[in-house]
């Protein structure tokens, strides 16, 4: 899986976030360092919801984002049915 980072630098060090997964930060002295901090990061952030969500219900949803060019913002398709993002 790839996930978008988000790198915030400041004097001494760089965080790191990852925007689809709320909450999901890190940081490192350098920028390698951070993106491999924040990529155990995300292994962390993943298995700690597969661990709290073990005993609930879980779905497949298949989502494609196909972008319109008439509009200024893309559709967002969910199974056939379309809405806006």
């Not at 497949?60 to 559709?75: H, M, Q, T």
Request: with cysteine.
């Amino acid at each position: 899986m790839k996930y978008t980072v988000v790198s915030h630098r400041a004097q001494d060090s760089i965080s790191v976030s990852v925007p689809g997964l709320p909450g999901c930060w890190s940081e490192g002295d350098t920028e390698e360092e951070a993106l491999e901090n924040i990529r155990i990061a995300i292994q962390e952030y993943l298995a700690a919801v597969s661990q709290i969500s073990r005993d609930q219900e879980r779905y497949n949803v298949e989502v494609a984002r196909i972008v319109v060019l008439k509009r200024r913002s893309p559709w967002v398709v969910l199974r056939g049915t379309r809405a806006f993002p």
